[in-house]
C-alpha cells in the first residue's frame, strides 16, 4: 500500500472515530447548571477579546489561526470578518466542521464551542458587522471583506477561578449542547 493511501486510511478512521473521542471525554450537565455554565462562558469569551478558529485543510490536518471575533450572540453564534480568498474560506467551503478557542484571561480556564461555519457575503450584514480597526486589512473599500458566521452544536467550559471543573478521575469536562 502506497504511502498516500496509508495516510489517507489513517486520516479516515481518525475523523470517523474523533467524534467519538471529543464526546467521551465531556461531562453531560444537568438542566439547572446550564444558566451559570452560559454566563461563566460569556465572561471568558469577553474578556479573551481573541480566540482560535481551527478548520481542516484538505489533507485532514487541522488549521489554527487568531481572529478577531464579535462578541456572541444569545445562542452563542459567532462571527468573523476574513478575507475572501483566504486559505480558511477554502478550508470551510470543503468542511464547515470548525472549532473555536478562548482562553480566559487569567488563563485559569477555556470555552471552546464546536459548530458548524457558514460563509456570509451579504452586502447589509456585513456593513453591520465591521470594525474600524480593520481598515488598513481592506484598503480598495472592504474589497474581499466575507464574513464567517458559526453556529454552535456544542460547547465546553473550565474555569477554575470560577469553581467549574472537570471530572476529578477522568478530567472530562461540563458541555452544554446546543439544539
Known amino acids: 500500500m502506497s504511502y498516500t493511501k496509508l495516510l489517507f486510511f489513517i486520516s479516515l478512521i481518525v475523523l470517523v472515530l474523533l467524534p467519538f473521542q471529543i464526546y467521551s471525554q465531556q461531562l453531560e450537565v444537568e438542566e439547572s447548571d446550564k444558566k451559570e455554565l452560559k454566563m461563566a462562558a460569556r465572561e471568558i469569551i469577553e474578556a479573551s477579546q481573541t480566540c482560535t478558529l481551527i478548520t481542516i485543510d484538505n489533507n485532514a490536518i487541522p488549521m489554527v489561526r487568531i ?21 480558511k474560506v477554502k478550508q470551510i467551503k470543503q468542511n464547515p466542521n470548525v472549532t473555536l478557542y478562548y482562553q480566559d484571561s487569567d488563563s485559569s480556564g477555556y470555552v471552546v464551542i464546536h459548530g458548524i461555519a457558514q460563509l456570509v457575503d451579504d452586502a447589509k450584514e ?15 473599500d472592504r474589497e474581499n471583506y466575507l464574513l464567517i458566521k458559526v453556529s454552535p452544536q456544542w460547547m465546553e467550559i473550565l474555569s477554575v477561578s470560577r469553581g467549574i471543573l472537570g471530572d476529578e478521575s477522568t478530567w472530562k469536562t461540563p458541555v452544554l449542547r446546543f439544539d
Not at 75 to 84: E, S
Not at 126 to 140: G, M
Open 126 to 140: 456585513k456593513q453591520t458587522r465591521w470594525k474600524e480597526a480593520w481598515e488598513d486589512f481592506y484598503p480598495n
Open 67 to 87: 481572529m478577531d471575533p464579535f462578541a456572541p450572540e444569545e445562542d452563542f453564534t459567532i462571527w468573523f470578518g476574513t478575507n475572501a480568498k483566504s486559505r
